[in-house]
């Protein structure tokens, strides 16, 4: 393993770390309508416990409103009632075989715990980064021990595995603003 190893190891790691929080802040819903909130919920199909996406057709109607439009004619009370059963704080309601989730306005004290949990997910996310970061620097250090690189070449993978700390950190700091801006203008 070389230097270089350790940063493209170190970088691939840190874009999941981005991933990760991207996915976890595109599931905090803000006022307005998106398809992907229902990506958690999981229903009844047939004794398994599927997402509602892999057992209807999960489309937004308007800004506010998610259309939920089940495959089978038996299903609709199913998603009906996983949906109103889990944590979102929905409320759907069929109309024939379509079902119908209104989003509910968020209240200004919702907003505001809605950004404690926006910034909670970005410090977890600075942390792995940070452990990652010392996980490189640990692994650029047991090269040198081991005598296969120099002092020079570990001091230069510290500082390459510093700025690429410092730049994913930047990004997650732009992540999290841009989400609690999003919150806070609904």
Known sequence: MSTADIKK?????MAKSIESLKGDLHKIRTGRAHPGILDQVSVDYYGSMVPISQVANVTL???RTISVQPWEKGMGAKIEKAIRESDLGLNPASQGDLIRVPMPPLTEERRRDLTKVVRNAGEDAKVAVRNLRRDANEQAKKLLKDKEIGEDDER???DEVQKLTDRVINEIDKLISAKEAEILAV
């Open 9 to 13: 190891n170190a970088e691939a790691k």
């Open 61 to 63: 109607l308007d800004a």
């Open 156 to 158: 230069r993978s510290l």
